[in-house]
Structure formats: structure tokens, C-alpha cells
């Protein structure tokens, strides 16, 4: 049995040429059968000449440089002028004077430069055209003459149409690649910030304070042994994050989910920052897209914490309702900055489009007696089934038009 779509991609590779070649063999053929001679366009009004050796190499001459039409449009509509010229001199009248029209929309459509020229030289010629019918006898008024013309220059503008088509589909598909290479970039940027910082931050906090222990062993080993497990998580959860950046990696379930929260700020208090957490309800569906942005929420703010207000007693309450997560994070302003490098302000931008990619809302203030508060209300029936790759898509091209507005 024939396999039809090999065939077609097998006829897509051919070059322009072999695929042009059977229309213009097509349109030789017909005109030349004994009931289609004579039948063609009349331009002159002379009277029609039986057909002779001459007709079928004019015929030739009309139809087969449509051939090349693609590939030397200014050579097909050339010769195609000249066929089409003889066949009406010599009153032969074939039907293979179609061809004109497809090579005026060949060339209007394919030729990349020197189209004004190429007019101009076509009107001139079209002159000699009428010129040669008024001495062949011809009885064509000026009037005829000029809608004629007409005709051609519409087949010039159909042709000329499809470029500016094509182009400009050419251009729509540029813009949309370069829109999803930066959302791309948007999106590796965010995952980056989201998992690196909140660990190097904790390992500089740890570490910082590593160096003041060296009169207590077992605190300093301690200390030690959570620098050490933080690297270690850094390293899991960048491989995680490499996993689902890969396409062609099946990663799994290894999106963080809600019930890691009571991990991560348990490693947040190794790193020498008192956390109180509190969290009502249990989620529906942990590994939903709300829950993984809750997650990042908190996540980020504890970060905020460590860098900004070591050592401050730090909030973290997170409400599981039917159809919404609540998530505070919050700290009285009483501890110290840390010596860890300060954040470039992509973290809360990022958060806030996270949010507002799933219809909920963000804040992020100083408190009024002090401190720092971080709050968000992220609704759960809209984001349920998406996975955090799908998710960072939507808000990195989310970020990415933004960015495009300004």
C-alpha cells in the first residue's frame, strides 16, 4: 500500500521546478487536443488560423516556461509575453494564452527586486503588443486595449498581494519566536532566582555564622551539618528544575507541593531565623499550580527574611479554603541584615506575577510599627491543572508582553 504522506513530503522536497513542471506541461497539452484549439483568449479581433507546426512550438513557447516560474520569474513572464504575442499575431487563439496571467502572478509574487522596472518594461512592451495586432490587421479599440491591460496589471496585484502575504506572516512568526525566546528566558530566570537564592542565602547565613563557633564543637558541627544539607537540597532542586527546563525529560512529580512548607521552614530555622508557622485546612491538591505558587511565596519571603532581618521572629501562615490559599509572611524588623549580597528586586516582581498570572493578589509593605509583611490570596478553581512548567510559561510571557507595553 502507498504510504500518501512520504509521497507528499517526498514531492515538498523536489525542488520548485519539478512541481512547477506538470501545470505548465498540463497547460501545453490541453490547447493542443483538436476540440481546445482555437477557444483561447482574443486579443484583436483576427480571425483564428488552423493550427500548424508553428502553433505547437508558440504553444510551447506560451506554456512551459511556466516551469521556472518560480525560481526565474523574470524569464518565465518573458518568454510567456513573447508566446502569448506570436499566438495572437498569428491568430492562433490557444487556450494556453492562460499562462499570461499565472506568470504576471509568478513574477508579482516571486521576484524580490527590480519589480518597478520590470512594470514598466511589461507596459512598454504591451505597447509593442498592440502595435504589432494593429499592423497584423487587428480591429481592437483603445478602449479594449486599456481593460485588457487592466486585466494584466490585476493578475500583477494578486501576485503582489500574496507576497505582502507572506511576508508579513513571515514577519508575525519572527516577532512570535522572539517573544517566546525572551519568555523562555523570562521563565529559566525566575526558576533560577526561585531555587538558588533561597539556599545560598541560608548556606551564607549558616556559614557567617559557622565562624563564631569555634569554642562550642557541638553547635559548630550542627551548624556544619545544615550548610551541608543545604547544599544538598540546592543541588536536588536544581537538577529538579533542569528536569522539567528539558523537553525531552519525563521529571515527574517534582514540583514543590504545599506539604513542603513545613520543610522549608524548617531549614529556614537551621539557618538561625525563628520561624512560627501556622496552617489551617489541608490542601485539595498539593501538587496544584496555586499551591506551587504559595510555595514560591513563602519561599521568597523567608528568603527576604534571611537577608534583610536575620534573627527577627518571622510569621508564616498559610489558610487552605474551598476555593482560595491565603499566605502571610511576616516579621517585626528586629533583626539584622545579613552579609549575604542584597536582591535586585526580581524576586517580588516575580511573585506578584505569579499571583496575578492566576487571578489572585499580592502585597509586599513595610509593616506600620516595623518589619516587613508579604501577603497573597491565590484563587484555586482556575489553576488546578497546571503544572509549574506550564505555569512559569504563562507568567514569563505574561512578563514578557509587559515588558513589551513599556
Known amino acids: 500500500m502507498i504510504d500518501t504522506r512520504r509521497v507528499k513530503d517526498l514531492w515538498?522536497?523536489?525542488?520548485?521546478?519539478?512541481?512547477?513542471?506538470?501545470?505548465?506541461?498540463?497547460?501545453?497539452?490541453?490547447?493542443?487536443?483538436?476540440?481546445?484549439?482555437?477557444?483561447?483568449?482574443?486579443?484583436?479581433?483576427?480571425?483564428?488560423?488552423?493550427?500548424?507546426?508553428?502553433?505547437?512550438?508558440?504553444?510551447?513557447?506560451?506554456?512551459?516556461?511556466?516551469?521556472?516560474?518560480?525560481?526565474?520569474?523574470?524569464?518565465?513572464?518573458?518568454?510567456?509575453?513573447?508566446?502569448?504575442?506570436?499566438?495572437?499575431?498569428?491568430?492562433?487563439?490557444?487556450?494556453?494564452?492562460?499562462?499570461?496571467?499565472?506568470?504576471?502572478?509568478?513574477?508579482?509574487?516571486?521576484?524580490?527586486?527590480?519589480?518597478?522596472?520590470?512594470?514598466?518594461?511589461?507596459?512598454?512592451?504591451?505597447?509593442?503588443?498592440?502595435?504589432?495586432?494593429?499592423?497584423?490587421?487587428?480591429?481592437?479599440?483603445?478602449?479594449?486595449?486599456?481593460?485588457?491591460?487592466?486585466?494584466?496589471?490585476?493578475?500583477?496585484?494578486?501576485?503582489?498581494?500574496?507576497?505582502?502575504?507572506?511576508?508579513?506572516?513571515?514577519?508575525?512568526?519572527?516577532?512570535?519566536?522572539?517573544?517566546?525566546?525572551?519568555?523562555?528566558?523570562?521563565?529559566?530566570?525566575?526558576?533560577?532566582?526561585?531555587?538558588?537564592?533561597?539556599?545560598?542565602?541560608a548556606i551564607v547565613v549558616q556559614a557567617e555564622a559557622a565562624r563564631y563557633l569555634t569554642a562550642a564543637p557541638d553547635?559548630?558541627?550542627?551548624?556544619?551539618?545544615?550548610?551541608?544539607?543545604?547544599?544538598?537540597?540546592?543541588?536536588?532542586?536544581?537538577?529538579?528544575?533542569?528536569?522539567?527546563?528539558?523537553?525531552?525529560?519525563?521529571?515527574?512529580d517534582e514540583t514543590p507541593a504545599a506539604g513542603d512548607l513545613r520543610a522549608l521552614v524548617e531549614q529556614t530555622r537551621q539557618a538561625g531565623q525563628p520561624v512560627e508557622f501556622a496552617e489551617e485546612g489541608e490542601a485539595a491538591d498539593p501538587s496544584g499550580g496555586p499551591h506551587f505558587v504559595i510555595y514560591r511565596v513563602v519561599q521568597e519571603s523567608l528568603t527576604n527574611a534571611l537577608k534583610y532581618a536575620h534573627g527577627a521572629p518571622t510569621v508564616v501562615r498559610v489558610r487552605h479554603g474551598e476555593n482560595v490559599i491565603e499566605a502571610e509572611v511576616a516579621n517585626d524588623g528586629t533583626g539584622s541584615r545579613s552579609s549575604s549580597p542584597g536582591g535586585s528586586g526580581r524576586g517580588l516582581a516575580g511573585l506578584q506575577d505569579r499571583v496575578e498570572a492566576l487571578g489572585g493578589e499580592f502585597s509586599a509593605a513595610p509593616q506600620v510599627d516595623g518589619g516587613f509583611v508579604v501577603r497573597a490570596h491565590v484563587p484555586t478553581q482556575a489553576g488546578e491543572a497546571g503544572r509549574s512548567g506550564q505555569l512559569s510559561e504563562a507568567v514569563a510571557a505574561r512578563s514578557s508582553s509587559r515588558a513589551a507595553r513599556a
Open 12 to 201: 515538498r522536497r523536489c525542488d520548485v521546478t519539478v512541481r512547477d513542471f506538470p501545470v505548465a506541461l498540463f497547460l501545453t497539452v490541453v490547447p493542443l487536443l483538436p476540440e481546445f484549439q482555437g477557444n483561447g483568449t482574443q486579443v484583436g479581433g483576427l480571425p483564428t488560423r488552423p493550427y500548424d507546426a508553428l502553433a505547437i512550438l508558440v504553444v510551447a513557447l506560451e506554456c512551459l516556461p511556466l516551469t521556472v516560474r518560480r525560481r526565474w520569474p523574470i524569464v518565465c513572464v518573458a518568454l510567456v509575453s513573447v508566446g502569448f504575442t506570436l499566438d495572437q499575431v498569428f491568430a492562433y487563439h490557444s487556450l494556453g494564452g492562460t499562462a499570461l496571467p499565472f506568470a504576471l502572478v509568478s513574477v508579482g509574487a516571486h521576484l524580490l527586486r527590480g519589480r518597478r522596472v520590470v512594470m514598466v518594461l511589461l507596459s512598454l512592451a504591451y505597447l509593442g503588443f498592440a502595435y504589432a495586432l494593429d499592423r497584423a490587421g487587428g480591429q481592437e479599440t483603445p478602449a479594449n486595449h486599456a481593460l485588457f491591460y487592466l486585466s494584466m496589471v490585476l493578475a500583477w496585484g494578486v501576485g503582489a498581494w500574496l507576497r505582502n502575504t507572506r511576508a508579513a506572516e513571515a514577519e508575525r512568526r519572527r516577532h512570535v519566536a522572539e517573544a517566546t525566546r525572551a519568555a523562555e528566558r523570562t521563565r529559566i530566570a525566575r526558576e533560577l532566582h526561585d531555587v538558588v537564592t533561597h539556599h545560598v542565602t
Open 219 to 252: 553547635r559548630l558541627d550542627a551548624t556544619l551539618s545544615a550548610v551541608t544539607d543545604t547544599g544538598r537540597r540546592a543541588i536536588t532542586d536544581l537538577r529538579n528544575m533542569l528536569d522539567v527546563l528539558d523537553p525531552g525529560h519525563d521529571s515527574g
